[in-house]
């Protein structure tokens, strides 16, 4: 039975991400309570974000790619993996890329493996949701670990 609803899940998935681990945060933030989700409206994916005229002055980049972005609500959640991101060059450039959107505007959530299941996953989501502006009601927290247990 278990099966059969992972695989349901999977045709909700957003696509295309770019690891396990974006796939994972998009599933559990996004798929129905029913399912073990939180219900949260569906992101754009890897979403560019080019700064307006006014922001050149703040920017690092002249463009940005994002994990899961929300664009009316300036809202995005960047997931990182611990195999990516932990040599020198890439915690500077991720240094530089959120402290340029945020200095754009943008609310920038950073996610990681270990947010992404328990409590740890409640807060986010509830993080998440306060910048989306949208209510959360979450799952149960057995249907949550289930679903959390499903997609490791």
Not at 47 to 62: G, L
Not at 79 to 104: G, P
Not at 130 to 136: A, C, E, F, T
């Amino acid at each position: 039975m278990g099966v059969k609803k992972v695989r349901r899940a999977l045709r909700l998935a957003l696509f295309p991400t770019r690891s396990p681990l974006e796939t994972k945060a998009s599933l559990l933030l996004t798929l129905p309570r029913k399912l073990g989700g939180y219900g949260l409206p569906r992101p754009e994916v890897n979403y560019v974000i080019r700064p307006r005229a006014e922001d050149i002055p703040f920017s690092q980049f002249a463009r940005y790619e994002v994990d899961l972005c929300w664009p009316k609500r300036k809202a995005i959640v960047e997931v990182d993996s611990y195999e990516y991101h932990t040599e020198r060059d890439q915690l500077d450039s991720d240094a530089k890329k959120r402290n340029s959107l945020k200095s754009m505007g943008w609310k920038v959530i950073s996610v990681t493996f270990g947010q992404l299941s328990g409590d740890a996953l409640e807060v986010l989501a509830r993080q998440v949701a306060r910048d989306l502006g949208v209510s959360l009601e979450g799952p149960t927290p057995e249907l949550r670990d289930w679903l959390v247990s499903e997609l490791s």
